[in-house]
């Protein structure tokens, strides 16, 4: 028997029949199909706004950033509805369903005429698609934002739930889970990029989003199917609550002292789970101070906390152990911002430069091919190369995970560097020319999707280490959710960084950096300016990791491996 997880029955589940790595495998086809669906629609939507819903290059592409920093931020609300009331398996099924919805009907928005402008051509006055055009093109992608955001929250917690961490040996499958998991969640990507962005541009985008559709129906039925295999862990309820409880227990004693030790402190916590006691954000050490009218009797006679008025120290320091999270939170939105632009104006980028490869065209989207076979290059050279060597040298299996960022930091800012050189010689070739398609390769837009790709696969697992190694065990669902919401920030800081310089740089007979032509700014100056910010965020990014102290008294991978930061690290 498996001590904390149920069969579906409600029942102790049975290691011998339920779980494992076989009902594992069936919760991957969902990953699978939603990474196919998501990233297909989004690296090839920005051409779909410009060339035929006619809209200009900047609303084209904050419409793309807006959709993808939805999904994210809706992984908050699915966790907190995994959490608190439905489990993650409801979750799945709901969401998935949800997301089917919204390709469907995506499906049928881009294969009737009535749901798109008229076609024009070269040279022509296009006219843009209507308000209700746009109504229902919004509809089909927020179905999918919220179908991905309950997904993502919930799939790889309740594939890790099919494993029992007391057993070495289902332990060790474990780890075997999640290495395929980021392989599937990659050949997901590659093949939206490659096979699906080609069948949107050569066959039609109707059936490539009924591909999806089918292909997310087929994924909830094999996943149903392995309803009675599962194991279910028990919802422990949202950890929300346990931070407002802190904070609500703090603020009513804000005027009282702290005793001068803290044995004087509330601590019901076992000797085994407590966590040790720090000195920073004394303001909250304030919730574990005792006063008359905090316990309450229950039916029994016997005296308990409330939760609102008296706070263990060791909840104390959970909450302060998110809190310290939140500087190097905020300093890695920046790498999604700068990432966010792969997928939009260098794919505008791509889409007026020579593609040919001989007679056959490559699609202005699948240009991000090289963005994830730069993410699989690098994660196989660092795993075979990089560990095996530092292992040597400093006696560690690998960078610490805020090495992993810093990076991916320098990493994406070297690629927003190339994408501005490149864009430099893209103009100067666009104002000699007048044909649509540029004499100008678009093999050089490689080293930006190769050096952001390549970040990508250090800040990816870095952030998610990070998170997750040192956020309390009972918040590591919300840690994760906290993790995603930088990528949903980052693609939002995006879209405000867009409007902004295109209102600050156009002017009545110029359309500034941003123009509806691209051919017509200077996206160059605008890849600059993000140069600028990514190197201000890293100096703040360095200050933080200085900063940053592993709470003692937990076990984890950083503190065991010594992963601290220090300028030595740098």
Not at 76 to 101: E, Y
Not at 143 to 158: H, M, V
Request: net charge positive; with cysteine.
């Amino acid at each position: 028997m498996v001590a904390d997880a149920v069969d579906y029955s409600g029942q102790p589940a049975d290691k011998s029949k339920t779980g494992g790595w076989i009902t594992a495998t069936l919760i991957l086809g969902i990953e699978v199909v939603e990474r196919l669906s998501t990233m297909g629609i989004a690296v090839n939507l920005v051409t779909y706004l410009m060339e035929t819903m006619h809209l200009p290059s900047s609303t084209s592409a904050n419409i793309v950033t807006d959709f993808m920093g939805t999904s994210f931020l809706l992984c908050l609300l699915g966790g907190f509805l995994a959490d608190s009331f439905l489990g993650r398996f409801k979750t799945i099924a709901i969401f998935s369903t949800i997301q089917a919805l919204g390709t469907g009907a995506l499906s049928i928005a881009t294969k009737l005429p009535e749901l798109r402008p008229p076609t024009c051509h070269h040279g022509e006055a296009c006219v843009p698609a209507t308000s209700f055009q746009m109504t229902i093109l919004y509809i089909s992608l927020y179905l999918i934002a919220l179908g991905t955001g309950g997904l993502k929250s919930s799939i790889s917690g309740f594939g890790s739930d099919q494993f029992d961490d007391k057993d070495p040996k289902e332990k060790a499958q474990m780890a075997f889970f999640f290495n395929r998991f980021f392989f599937f969640i990659s050949m997901g990507t590659l093949m939206a990029v490659t096979v699906l962005v080609y069948m949107q541009d050569e066959v039609g985008r109707s059936w490539a989003y009924g591909i999806c559709t089918v292909s997310m129906a087929i994924a909830i039925g094999i996943f149903l199917f392995g309803t009675k295999s599962y194991r279910y862990k028990k919802s422990q309820g949202s950890p929300v609550v346990q931070i407002f409880q802190v904070i609500a227990a703090a603020f009513r004693k804000r005027k009282m002292e702290l005793p001068q030790s803290i044995v004087y402190l509330y601590e019901d916590s076992p000797e085994g789970v407590r966590i040790e006691h720090t000195d920073q954000f004394h303001l909250l050490d304030k919730a574990a101070i005792v006063q008359e009218g905090d316990f309450e009797q229950t039916l029994d006679g016997v005296a308990i906390p409330n939760p609102w008025k008296l706070s263990s120290v060791t909840k104390v320091e959970e909450v302060k152990m998110m809190v310290r999270l939140l500087p190097i939170w905020a300093t890695t939105i920046i790498f999604w911002t700068t990432y966010a632009q792969m997928i939009t104006f260098s794919v505008e980028q791509a889409s007026t430069m020579r593609r040919n490869i001989g007679n056959f065209k490559i699609p202005a989207g699948s240009l991000t091919v090289f963005f994830v076979a730069a993410i699989l290059i690098t994660l196989a050279v660092y795993d075979r190369a990089i560990m095996p060597f530092w292992k040597k040298w400093k006696g560690k299996p690998g960078f610490s995970s805020l090495q992993r960022i810093a990076i991916g930091l320098v990493l994406s800012t070297a690629g927003m560097a190339a994408a501005a050189i490149v864009e430099q010689k893209r103009l100067s070739v666009a104002k000699s020319s007048t044909q649509k398609t540029l004499p100008i390769s678009v093999f050089l837009l490689v080293p930006q999707f190769f050096l952001v790709g390549a970040g990508e696969a250090f800040i990816y697992t870095g952030q998610l280490d990070f998170f997750i190694t040192q956020s309390p065990k009972g918040m590591k669902t919300m840690s994760t959710g906290l993790f995603l919401t930088t990528l949903s920030l980052g693609f939002f800081v995006s879209s405000f960084l867009v409007s902004v310089v295109k209102k600050v740089t156009s002017t009545s007979t110029d359309g500034g950096w941003l123009a509806d032509n691209i051919n017509h700014g200077r996206l160059d100056y605008f890849y600059w300016l993000l140069v600028i910010l990514s190197g201000i965020n890293f100096v703040a990014y360095f200050i933080c990791a200085l900063w940053f102290k592993p709470t003692k008294g937990k076990d984890s991978a950083e503190k065991e491996n010594g992963k601290g930061f220090t300028a030595e690290d740098c």
